[in-house]
């Protein structure tokens, strides 16, 4: 099976990452993007190399549909880890089990600790559970890639106490940009939904108390659906309790819904599932049961009626809807006013940025339109604003540093002349990030025109170092042409290409360092850039 670029780029990453001595490694792919596909490819790399490999999960039906995919993408089979059967010294090199069942005492006795040369851990939001690490444990020498959905800033921080590194992140705004995953469209309800007597539990809304919380406003939820063009549609509605799922099927079949409700104890799950597939029936409603291992690409609507603080789970439960099918424009996402004075809760501009400001704006902006609006649109209009501030906040800074006699660039000033927004909001999230920088990183650096004094730890030292040398390799301004052209009033430059910046500096340089007659800095643009 040929990887897309992005799945080839994530699994060689890994592999680096793996070189480098990082030997627990996070990877990190949208719903809808193939991460079952690459951590197949990447267990066929060490299979092919004499080793074992082991999935993890926690479900049962995650487990068959990692089995089915290894064998479909590099014929490799595998046995399942369950009851009755042990995948202990069976001629298959790969084993699949549930972390229920490979934590039990007797059975991962059964492995010596050198079994397994790599640990693939499914959905790796869980990985810092009592029994993932008991397992983990029990094979020290294992190699261990992480795949999940989503890892945001914060969870990231949180993994970071197991995993060394992020070996590769595709944001779900980069699989929509490139077609891989379909546009999200998000309208507000304007009904406003008090949280404020909900407790919290291991830290998200308690579902047993929102269910009583959302109890009052069913009935309205269901006409704002109506209202919304929901009968049209094919809708996915989350919801916090059964019974509340149970409840609001009943609602929504009343006011003429193709309507059915699917959890855990649901004897005809399978046919209404079916049924729902082949468009017999038009909304499904569920208490969390189809967040992970249930597909349906032509989902075009998803209520979220289980409010949450966990932006991986907000992620799982739109995720259903992201996948792209003939006919299918765009996901409308139906967002609603819960009133919450003590939390901040994930809104569909969580999904595609992981800058809380700018997610902030954005649903500002999203409540204020009273219609669907393009999620993607709505955060750039936010980011634009951010920036502008940010410019105006930076500027007596950057005046300041751009006047230093000094030859090597400020990285703040670096990155803020790349408009790189991941260098200037950088916090360290793995152990090795927040070492000193090595000399070598300094070295590098010091010869390319950085600062190296001004550089804070190991990890920005290494995003520095990729930006350099992705910027090299695009044939773009390096930071010591970008200096010397800002100092002489040039805006933009780090935009400029290599050759432009380079002529740039040749006609100054004959002109004893001074700006050509009819050219004005302010304004000027390369010929280059002009023509595209």
């Keep these: 099976m040929e990887l897309r670029d992005y799945q080839e780029a994530a699994r060689q990453a890994v592999h680096d990452e793996w070189a480098a001595g990082r030997r627990r490694t996070l990877m990190v792919l949208p719903t809808g993007t193939g991460k079952t596909v690459v951590f197949a490819k990447v267990i066929e790399d060490v299979v092919r190399k004499g080793g074992r490999a082991l999935v993890l999960a926690h479900r049962g039906e995650l487990l068959d549909q990692a089995a089915d995919k290894l064998l479909a993408v590099t014929g490799l ?20 089990g549930s972390v229920q069942t490979m934590m039990r005492d007797r059975r991962l006795s059964a492995f010596p600790p050198d079994y397994f040369d790599l640990i693939v851990v499914d959905e790796a939001h869980h ?34 106490q197991y995993y060394d590194s992020l070996a590769y992140e595709y944001s779900m705004l980069d699989a929509v940009r490139d077609g891989w995953l379909c546009k999200i469209q998000a309208q507000t309800i304007p009904l406003k939904i008090d949280l404020s007597g909900v407790s919290v539990s291991q830290g998200d809304f308690k579902a047993s108390d929102l269910g009583t919380a959302l109890d009052p406003y069913l009935e309205a939820i269901a ?3 109506v209202a919304a063009g929901c009968l049209g549609r094919k809708t996915v509605v989350f919801l916090p309790l059964i019974k509340t799922s149970q409840k ?8 003429g819904f193709a309507c059915a409700e699917v959890n855990g104890e649901s004897r005809d799950r399978a046919d209404v599932l079916q049924r729902f597939a082949s468009g017999s029936l038009n909304v499904l409603c569920n208490s969390m049961l189809l967040t992970e291992g249930w597909d ?22 739109v995720g259903r809807g992201t996948r792209v099918s003939p006919g299918k424009e765009a996901l409308l996402v139906l967002d609603f006013l819960w009133h919450s004075k003590r939390h901040e809760l994930c809104h569909p501009a969580h999904l595609v940025t992981d800058d809380a400001e700018a997610a902030r704006l954005a649903t500002t902006a999203l409540e204020a339109a009273g219609m669907p609006v393009d999620v993607e649109e709505a955060v750039s209009t936010a980011t634009d604003d ?12 950057l005046d300041e540093m751009r006047q230093r006699q000094r030859q ?8 803020y002349s790349i408009q790189s927004s991941d260098l200037l909001g950088y916090e360290p999230e793995f152990p090795w990030q927040t070492a000193p920088p090595s000399k070598a990183q300094l070295a590098a650096l010091e010869k390319a025109g950085i600062f190296p004094d001004e550089v804070p730890n190991a990890g920005y030292a290494s995003m520095l170092i990729d930006k350099l040398v992705s910027r090299k390799a695009a044939g773009l301004a390096t930071p010591k042409q970008i200096r010397l052209l800002e100092r002489k009033g040039f805006v933009h430059v780090g935009d400029w290409g290599f050759q432009a910046a380079n002529r740039l500096i040749g006609r100054i340089s004959t002109n004893g360092w001074r700006v050509p007659d009819g050219i004005d800095p302010a304004s000027y643009v390369p010929k280059a850039m002009a023509r595209e």
């Design 77 to 96: 089979g595998a046995n399942v880890e369950k009851a009755g059967q042990s995948a202990f010294d069976d001629w298959y090199r790969v084993c699949v």
């Design 127 to 160: 990985t810092l559970a009592e029994g993932y690490l008991k397992v983990l444990g029990h094979f020290p020498g294992a190699k261990v890639l992480g795949v999940t959905a989503t890892a945001d800033r914060g969870d990231r921080r949180d993994l970071g």
């Design 223 to 225: 006409e704002e659906m």
């Design 248 to 255: 609001f099927a009943g609602m929504l079949a009343a006011r």
């Design 296 to 317: 349906c690409p032509d989902v075009d609507c998803i209520v979220v009626l289980r409010p949450t603080k966990v932006r991986s789970l907000y992620a799982q439960m």
């Design 386 to 397: 951010m920036v502008r501030a940010a410019e105006e906040r930076l500027a007596l800074r």
């Design 408 to 415: 090597l660039v400020d990285p703040v000033q670096y990155a």
